[in-house]
């Protein structure tokens, strides 16, 4: 990646980085380098954090992490989230899809603002 090119996405809006990823599969693993999103989370006071799940003694637990950690971040509920469910993706937005287990169905959440719908099963 040219360095002028790499500059001006550290500095760039996340909309920005999100059209650059559209480019190629080229560009689109490169925004996903460590060394990238923390530069730019530094640069742009974006915070990068993942979902992940887990599972201890046949349960699932979740968390969220971030890659930064010089700055303490809130801490995450996941209480809206019922027990047994599998995250099966999550969006730049935080909007999560999962599936409950125990009535086979399928969920759009937020953690941000504690609300989930349920959506249609997928046919198969």
Do not use: W
Not at 24 to 39: A, D, G, I, R, V
Not at 78 to 86: C, G, K, S, Y
């Amino acid at each position: 990646m040219p360095d002028v090119i790499y500059e001006v996405l550290t500095h760039s809006s996340i909309e920005i980085v999100g059209k650059f990823k559209l480019l190629s599969m080229e560009c689109n693993k490169f925004t996903y380098k460590f060394t990238f999103m923390k530069l730019h989370s530094q640069r742009t006071n974006i915070v990068f954090r993942f979902f992940i799940q887990s599972m201890i003694k046949n349960e699932y637990h979740i968390s969220f992490v971030s890659i930064d950690t010089s700055k303490p971040h809130p801490e995450m509920s996941f209480d809206f989230i019922p027990d047994h469910v599998e995250i099966l993706t999550s969006t730049n937005q935080r909007v999560l899809l999962y599936h409950a287990y125990h009535g086979s169905c399928y969920y759009v959440g937020n953690p941000i603002i504690k609300q989930r719908q349920k959506i249609s099963n997928p046919k198969t």
